[in-house]
Nanobody, 122 residues
Framework: QVQLVESGGGLVQAGGSLRLSCAAS????????MGWYRQAPGKERELVAT???????YYADSVKGRSTISRDAAKNTVYLQMNSLKPEDTAVYYC????????????????RGQGTQVTVSS
């Protein structure tokens, strides 16, 4: 059974940093695209960052230059380092996995975690 477990969320002041982690289990994810998306109350889901099976990355304009996605294949773990956080980054962040696709659209992801809350105070 595929399981994705996020951690690292929390409350941080504007300008601060957080590193989100996503531990994957149930299979080897080396051939999966992995991504992070977020959803704030009353807003649409937003794909924030993705990393393909070969390491290609994508960032939404809203986080580009402030965030870095990475993966550790040996640990089956994906990270999202977020710096210079803004109040508008406040959302529940979800880790997701997709196989056989680039993973550039949220609906391509077959698996997701339960989410971790990120709250940025002004």
């Amino acid at each position: 059974q595929v399981q994705l477990v996020e951690s690292g969320g929390g409350l941080v002041q504007a300008g601060g940093s957080l590193r989100l982690s996503c531990a994957a289990s149930g299979r080897t994810f080396i051939n999966y695209a992995m991504g992070w998306y977020r959803q704030a109350p009353g807003k649409e889901r937003e794909l924030v960052a993705t990393i393909s099976s070969v390491g290609s990355t994508y960032y939404a304009d809203s986080v580009k230059g402030r965030s870095t996605i990475s993966r550790d294949a040996a640990k089956n773990t994906v990270y999202l380092q977020m710096n210079s956080l803004k109040p508008e980054d406040t959302a529940v962040y979800y880790c997701a996995a997709a196989v056989g696709v680039a993973g550039l659209r949220i609906n391509e992801y077959s698996y997701r975690g339960q989410g971790t809350q990120v709250t940025v105070s002004s």
